[in-house]
């Protein structure tokens, strides 16, 4: 085989589109970080999830969530539209399927910001999913931070840093802890992560194939 046969046919690493679940105790910046996140790279999509929750003054409907009725919600669940969902609060948030097949099948990675319960789920039915969980260096600063932000009453951030009490004990079950103390830095490192999940020899199974045929060929 010659040099430029080799080059035609030369195997290059494969990239299928994987899936990234992000959590984060509130007030740990994982909102900023998708935000940073999605403009800086362009390999990325964010799922779109559906809640029964009402919007929040200056969400939108099909930016921010997809707003949908208690009925609405349980006959996505009867017709099997929804890759996982969790009952949070008083409310139901589920991951639409569509979207993530397509955008995962197209080689993007799609990202899904998404609590616990939910990230369990999908882990469990997509082993491959890389699970991240971002936090503060502590858990002083992360009461720091929902303080600063000035948006919730006392009593919301005191409710709101019981719930990071009690989502700490699964952060076990993720695969990696970010530390958010330096955005840029933290943007960087997500990206990284999420990049070196397609390294994996498991998600290289088809290069490692088409290398094995190659390697016949060249000792032919
Ligand atoms: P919020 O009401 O503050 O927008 O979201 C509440 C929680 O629901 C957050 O932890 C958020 O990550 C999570 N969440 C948002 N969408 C989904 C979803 O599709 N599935 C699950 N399991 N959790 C979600």
Do not use: C, W
């Amino acid at each position: 085989m010659s040099d430029t046969d080799m080059k035609k046919h030369g195997s290059s690493l494969k990239k299928k589109g994987m899936l990234a679940v992000i959590s984060g105790f509130s007030g740990a910046g994982k909102g900023t970080l998708m935000k940073r996140l999605l403009n800086e790279y362009d390999n990325y999509s964010l799922s779109i999830s559906a809640t029964t929750r009402d919007p929040r003054p200056g969400e939108r409907d099909g930016v921010d969530y997809f707003f949908v009725t208690k009925e609405r919600f349980q006959e996505m669940i009867q017709n099997d539209e929804l890759l996982e969902y969790a009952k949070y609060v008083d409310n139901y948030y589920g991951t639409p399927k569509a979207y993530v097949e397509s955008e995962m099948e197209k080689g993007r990675d799609v990202i899904l910001e998404i609590e616990i319960q939910g990230a369990l789920k999908i882990k469990a039915k997509f082993p491959e999913t890389v699970l991240i969980f971002i936090t503060t260096p502590s858990a002083e600063e992360l009461k720091k931070r929902l303080m600063h932000r000035g948006t919730e009453s006392d009593e919301v951030i005191m409710k709101r840093l019981e719930r990071a009490s009690l989502e700490a004990v699964g952060v076990e079950a993720y695969d990696y802890i970010l530390v958010n103390d330096d955005l840029d830095k933290t943007v960087k490192h997500l990206n990284y992560l999420i990049q070196d999940q397609h390294m994996r020899v498991s998600q290289q199974l088809e290069f490692l194939e088409e290398f094995q045929k190659e390697l016949r060929m060249v000792i032919m």
